[in-house]
């Protein structure tokens, strides 16, 4: 008796779930995957365009990215919606390392899906980064790397500053100019901003002289070595008039320091990296003197954006920097130059957004008007000389070179 009441119950059971599956859907999913929490919501993506960041926030050229970062955030502060969306920054730290760049960028294309890069300071890690930049037809503008392999062979990278050539013949004309008849190199080995720059340099002192021995000693270090007393006394020993030495700014105040101890007292002379409180603040006294090439200078505003940027970003920056970094000028720029492509491609597609980069003309930047060559890079043939002065940086001149 108990299994046949077992087996009525089984059957009521079964024929109660058949009943309930059968009855009319009234609102819920039928047929469909249940839905969970984690998913997105539908139109959320739609809501925003993202441009992603690739910046070095730590290793030797984290306090340049940091700078550099600072100019971006600006720009979207004041130019934060484009084709009626807000824009989203999505920011990533490469490192200052190659190999970390490349990790870096594939993320904010496969994963974080933006629409466009900015980056990076520092011409190793873009240049590390381009063929993935190339291959997944991503626009990328960088702001200060000014290494010419940045946008060689890659239509879709762009950039806002000058180049390394042009950098170069500026500080060698420089040191012309001030009475140099003899000059030494030191270079980062491994360095692709470091290597060109002082090539540069090399390549256009011994022009400007006319001397093909005017170069007296070229010497290169390893990335983190920290004591240049022998390269610095072999130096001292052929009594160059200056000393040239493009570096990172976590060396250069090494560099210098170690130099003045020496008793060598001739000029030297750096590129853009050396614009950072880092130098004055590690090299202290040993920093009076010192001459270095950047991109913009607040006290000389050159377009009416610059103005502007000038006003409100020395506000940004009340208590935390003395004066506006060029580096940031530059990241101010290169935000904005994305977002008046974007907007006059009317899309987000990769293509449209290099094809209205390319057809930019006469823009109004903070560092200049802009417009691009063939190769993606911004036409612009004047620079700015600094020194340092009382712990400061302090304007010297600007200076055009063809």
Same mark, same amino acid.
């Given at each position: &008796?108990?299994k046949?009441?077992?087996?009525?119950?089984?059957l009521?059971?079964?024929?109660?779930?058949?009943t309930?599956?059968?009855q009319p859907?009234?609102?819920?999913?039928?047929?469909?995957?249940?839905?969970?929490g984690?998913?997105e919501?539908?139109?959320t993506?739609?809501?925003v365009?993202?441009?992603?960041?690739?910046e /070095?926030?730590?290793? &030797?050229n984290?306090? %340049?990215?940091?700078?550099?970062?600072? %100019?971006?955030?600006?720009?979207n502060?004041?130019?934060?919606?484009?084709?009626?969306?807000?824009?989203?920054?999505?920011v990533? $730290?490469?490192?200052?390392d190659?190999?970390e760049?490349?990790t870096a960028?594939?993320?904010?294309?496969?994963k974080?899906?933006v629409?466009a890069?900015?980056?990076?300071?520092?011409?190793? +890690?873009?240049?590390?980064?381009?063929?993935?930049?190339?291959?997944?037809q991503?626009p990328? &503008?960088?702001?200060s790397?000014?290494? @010419?392999?940045?946008t060689q062979?890659?239509?879709?990278? #762009?950039r806002?500053?000058f180049?390394?050539p042009f950098?170069?013949?500026?500080?060698?004309t420089?040191?012309?100019e001030?009475?140099a008849?003899?000059?030494?190199?030191i270079m980062?080995?491994g360095?692709?901003?470091s290597v060109?720059?002082?090539?540069?340099?090399?390549?256009?002192?011994?022009?400007?002289? %006319?001397d093909p021995?005017? =170069?007296?000693?070229?010497?290169e270090?390893?990335?983190?070595e920290? !004591?240049f007393?022998?390269?610095?006394t072999n130096i001292k020993?052929?009594?160059?008039?200056v =000393? #040239?030495?493009?570096?990172?700014a976590?060396?250069? @105040?090494?560099?210098?320091?170690?130099?003045?101890?020496?008793?060598?007292?001739?000029l030297?002379m750096?590129?853009?990296t050396w614009?950072?409180?880092a130098?004055? $603040?590690?090299? %202290?006294?040993?920093?009076?003197?010192?001459v270095?090439?950047t991109?913009?200078?607040?006290?000389? /505003?050159?377009t009416n954006?610059?103005?502007k #940027?000038?006003?409100?970003?020395?506000?940004e920056?009340?208590?935390?920097e003395?004066i506006i /970094?060029?580096?940031?000028?530059l990241?101010?720029d290169?935000?904005?130059?994305l977002?008046?492509?974007?907007?006059?491609?009317?899309s987000?597609?990769? +293509?449209?957004?290099r094809?209205a980069l390319?057809?930019t003309?006469d823009?109004?930047?903070v560092t200049g =008007?802009?417009?691009?060559?063939?190769?993606?890079d911004? !036409?612009?043939n004047l620079?700015?000389?600094?020194?340092?002065?009382?712990?400061?940086?302090?304007?010297v001149?600007? +200076?055009e070179?063809?």
């Amino acid at each position: &008796m108990k299994k046949v009441l077992s087996l009525l119950l089984s059957l009521l059971m079964v024929l109660t779930l058949f009943t309930a599956c059968s009855q009319p859907n009234n609102g819920g999913p039928s047929n469909q995957e249940p839905q969970t929490g984690g998913e997105e919501e539908p139109g959320t993506e739609e809501d925003v365009i993202k441009i992603g960041v690739f910046e /070095p926030l730590t290793g &030797m050229n984290g306090g %340049g990215g940091q700078q550099e970062l600072g %100019g971006i955030q600006y720009a979207n502060k004041m130019y934060p919606e484009v084709l009626g969306k807000k824009i989203e920054l999505v920011v990533v $730290d490469n490192k200052s390392d190659k190999g970390e760049a490349t990790t870096a960028v594939t993320r904010l294309i496969e994963k974080d899906k933006v629409v466009a890069i900015i980056g990076s300071y520092g011409s190793a +890690v873009s240049i590390a980064a381009g063929d993935i930049i190339k291959n997944a037809q991503i626009p990328a &503008m960088g702001a200060s790397c000014t290494n @010419p392999m940045v946008t060689q062979g890659n239509p879709f990278y #762009f950039r806002a500053c000058f180049l390394d050539p042009f950098q170069g013949k500026v500080m060698a004309t420089y040191a012309v100019e001030q009475g140099a008849k003899t000059a030494a190199v030191i270079m980062q080995n491994g360095d692709d901003y470091s290597v060109g720059l002082a090539n540069f340099f090399i390549d256009a002192f011994k022009q400007l002289t %006319g001397d093909p021995n005017s =170069i007296v000693d070229v010497s290169e270090f390893q990335l983190n070595e920290s !004591d240049f007393n022998a390269i610095l006394t072999n130096i001292k020993a052929k009594n160059p008039d200056v =000393i #040239f030495a493009p570096s990172a700014a976590t060396t250069a @105040p090494l560099i210098i320091k170690q130099a003045r101890d020496l008793g060598i007292d001739a000029l030297i002379m750096g590129g853009d990296t050396w614009e950072n409180p880092a130098l004055i $603040d590690v090299a %202290g006294e040993a920093a009076e003197g010192v001459v270095l090439s950047t991109f913009f200078d607040e006290n000389d /505003p050159v377009t009416n954006e610059a103005k502007k #940027f000038v006003e409100g970003y020395k506000k940004e920056l009340a208590g935390k920097e003395p004066i506006i /970094p060029a580096v940031a000028a530059l990241g101010y720029d290169a935000y904005i130059l994305l977002r008046d492509a974007i907007e006059r491609a009317g899309s987000t597609d990769g +293509v449209a957004i290099r094809d209205a980069l390319k057809a930019t003309k006469d823009f109004e930047g903070v560092t200049g =008007i802009i417009n691009f060559t063939e190769e993606g890079d911004a !036409d612009k043939n004047l620079a700015v000389i600094k020194t340092i002065k009382d712990g400061q940086f302090v304007f010297v001149d600007s +200076v055009e070179v063809q």
